[in-house]
């Protein structure tokens, strides 16, 4: 049996299933604008995921500053200006690890959802900039909202082989799979939610294979109001495979003057 047979065998459903969410996943939408736009926002996960990732990504500056972004009103819509591309804000986010198999470099890698990554994600999954400037308002103050109230960290699981497909490994939302943080001072927290989609196709160092988007929800003030986002360091853990991705922070002084509005 040829590989691509295998593909369709493993996932012809899951494919079906997957079609008509396409269009909503962060960083692999294009913008329906300009040709130059969609090159800018059109991300492929397995170009992310060969690329030369840290399993500690050491960010320069805290999740709820701003410091790639600026949103410029105009007269009728809302621009979203980026220091540098997408896929450089994407990746300046994400940690990988590498894989079991020998000829696969990262089989998995995390994406930290930072309040400039959400928010210019609304780009390829809502093209707000084609929207009137009322309408992008709204949007963006409900990933403000979203953002502020739940930590989002995307962990997308590469398949090792076909032939040895397991879709209860990649999706880690299943039975027997557990993820969880711990900070500098190795207090743990457990996920509020953790969603698996289907399987997506793509072509990974030459060949065709399978990935999962794997996101992982944690709820960001506890009871006593205490902001998960104060740490300076997270690790998420993602057991029983034992693998992790951590991520640090300046300290609080450092990211609260390096801040834009």
């Not at 991300?43 to 500056?61: F, K």
């Not at 210019?120 to 707000?128: D, F, H, K, Q, T």
């Not at 289907?198 to 990935?211: D, H, M, V």
Request: glycine share 6%; aromatic share 10%.
């Amino acid at each position: 049996m040829n590989l691509r047979s295998s593909v369709e065998k493993a996932s012809r459903r899951a494919f079906l299933l997957l079609m008509p969410v396409t269009l909503l996943l962060a960083g692999c939408a294009s913008l329906g604008g300009s040709g130059e736009e969609e090159e800018d926002f059109d991300v492929e996960q397995a170009d992310i995921a060969t690329s030369a990732l840290p399993s500690t990504r050491n960010v320069s500056h805290h999740p709820d500053s701003l410091a790639h972004l600026q949103i410029v009103e105009k007269d009728r819509q809302v621009d979203f200006q980026l220091d540098g591309s997408y896929a450089d804000l994407l990746t300046e986010w994400t940690a990988g690890r590498a894989g079991r198999d020998g000829r696969n470099y990262f089989r998995t890698h995390a994406t930290l959802w930072s309040k400039e990554l959400s928010l210019a994600s609304l780009v390829p999954e809502r093209g707000i900039q084609t929207l009137s400037k009322d309408l992008a308002r709204e949007m963006v103050e409900e990933r403000t909202a979203s953002y502020d109230s739940s930590l989002q960290i995307d962990v997308y699981v590469f398949a090792p082989s076909l032939q040895r497909l397991d879709l209860g490994q990649l999706q880690l939302g299943t039975a027997g799979q557990r993820v969880y943080l711990r900070d500098q001072d190795n207090t743990r927290y457990e996920p509020a939610r953790v969603t698996s989609q289907a399987p997506s196709n793509a072509i990974y160092i030459g060949r065709e294979t399978l990935y999962v988007r794997n996101m992982i929800f944690f709820e960001r003030y506890a009871d006593d109001g205490s902001d998960l986002l104060d740490a300076q360091e997270l690790r998420l853990y993602v057991r029983p495979d034992g693998y992790y991705f951590t991520w640090t922070f300046p300290e609080k002084k450092t990211r609260e003057a390096s801040s834009r509005p």
